[in-house]
């Protein structure tokens, strides 16, 4: 078997049903591909999708607003058809159609994929993958059920700094780890969030022309329009967006994730938190711990998490301090530090602590991406390729998932317990309504796949 195809059998988790081909097995055609949300992240789509055919663009906010909006976007593509509802959409141009890549807000992730899967089309779909774990489980289970490729847009995942932690890890460099220490600095007035924290519902404003207000808001409860939502403060904004943990956590939390094979947590603490003045808006600044239960012959381990500023202590020698985002992993042996909310250049700390053992961190035992970002994996796989993107949904939906478990215990305040297996907090019917949450009617999807 060649390596290409061989790619990340061994590495990722989980197992994914057959490829479903291109048209024909190894077909070197242009892959047909539709973008939903092609604004702000969506732009990324567009530019991965460059090498294929888009065939059709949908976003609900057409003005121009910088360079970077769907009106920007559009007028440079003037003979791709435009949509404002994916459904229209898949229902006019779904025979041409192969792939639907989605970068809307976390709200709408969740409705547009399982739209897009329903109708046999191969997704790529922003990080977090979906708003609650109720989704999160069933896009797992339509991934399974229609056969299809899937890729979260977690880049790092295909990079070679994430490689190099699992097969250090792996290899004994670290001896055994208890304890890990990811940070961001999300989502004080960074990306997507409000430069200053909200004190109250934001005040009715006319929705301007070229958005659809409706649309935009999908399966949430109707609400007033106002610029503090979109098109850049939706993600502190519960209703929408999945706070700094949401924004950042499938990113930073993913090597841990994948190297120390976390599975879901049995308890999320709350540290510290500088609570609001809104419950509907995310919290300043929190810290929270993951307890896991050993797995295997792995011990018990807690993974903190920092957002909004909150730090862990620097390792001896950071003149410099912390950087904004980054990760520490304390090991029996060695520690290891990475600089960044991705893993790009993972290294032992101190630094000489690696010149004694470069043989065996030069060593790279496992596959390579063979496209270096989600999009281009997701294209391989559908080309047969490659069996399946690192980040498809079998892997990807567990990270979602405990990212917002953890989300639970930061947009509460509390400590919880998590049952995995029931999908419940513990004693605590309260937080069933965020698990599994309502929507608005003919916004229902996949409650069919939860019958026996």
């Known amino acids: 078997m060649s390596t290409r195809r061989h790619f990340l059998q061994t590495a990722a988790l989980g197992a994914i049903a057959a490829p479903n081909v291109l048209r024909a097995q190894d077909s070197k055609q242009k892959i047909r591909v539709a973008c939903v949300g092609i604004g702000q992240m969506g732009n990324g789509a567009v530019s991965g999708a460059r090498d294929e055919e888009i065939v059709a663009f949908c976003d609900v906010d057409w003005r121009k607003l910088g360079t970077r909006s769907a009106g920007v976007i559009a007028e440079k593509h003037p003979k791709i058809p435009k949509f404002t509802d994916f459904r229209e959409m898949l229902d006019k141009k779904g025979s041409e159609i192969d792939a639907v890549l989605i970068s809307t807000p976390d709200h709408t992730h969740f409705a547009a994929a399982m739209a897009a899967m329903e109708a046999k089309k191969h997704v790529f779909v922003q990080k977090p993958l979906a708003h609650n774990i109720w989704q999160v489980r069933t896009l797992q289970k339509a991934a399974k059920k229609h056969g299809v490729q899937t890729v979260m847009g977690n880049q790092g995942h295909c990079w070679e700094g994430i490689r190099l932690v699992k097969e250090w890890f792996e290899a004994g460099v670290l001896g055994e780890v208890k304890e890990v220490h990811c940070w961001t600095d999300r989502p004080s007035g960074k990306v997507g969030f409000a430069q200053t924290f909200p004190t109250e519902i934001p005040k009715s404003e006319p929705v301007p022309e070229g958005l659809d207000w409706k649309q935009w808001q999908g399966p949430v409860a109707d609400a007033e329009y106002s610029a503090q939502y979109l098109p850049q403060f939706w ?218």
């Open 235 to 452: 993600r502190g904004w519960w209703n929408y967006g999945c706070g700094g943990l949401g924004d950042i956590g499938c990113h930073c939390l993913d090597a841990p994730f994948w190297a120390l094979q976390l599975g879901m947590p049995e308890k999320v603490e709350v540290v510290e938190q500088t609570p609001g003045n809104l419950k509907a808006y995310t919290a300043p600044k929190s810290h929270i711990i993951f307890h896991f239960a050993a797995r295997g012959e792995m011990p018990p381990v807690e993974i903190h998490w920092y957002e909004g500023g909150l730090l862990p202590e620097a390792l001896p020698g950071m003149e410099k301090g912390l950087p904004d985002n980054g990760m520490i992993m304390k090991g029996s042996k060695e520690t290891l530090f990475s600089e960044g909310m991705r893993v790009q250049s993972p290294q032992l700390w101190p630094r000489e602590r690696m010149t004694p053992i470069i043989d065996v961190l030069r060593r790279k035992p496992l596959p390579r991406s063979v496209a270096g970002e989600p999009i281009g994996e997701l294209f391989a796989a559908i080309r047969g390729d490659i069996p399946h993107a690192g980040s498809h949904f079998d892997y990807a939906c567990p990270l979602t998932e405990l990212v917002n478990v953890g989300v639970l215990a930061i947009r509460s305040g509390k400590t919880i317990e998590w049952d995995a297996a029931a999908m419940k907090v513990k004693d605590a019917p309260e937080f069933d309504s965020w698990i599994k949450e309502p929507v608005r009617e003919g916004w229902n999807y996949g409650e069919d796949l939860w019958k026996a």
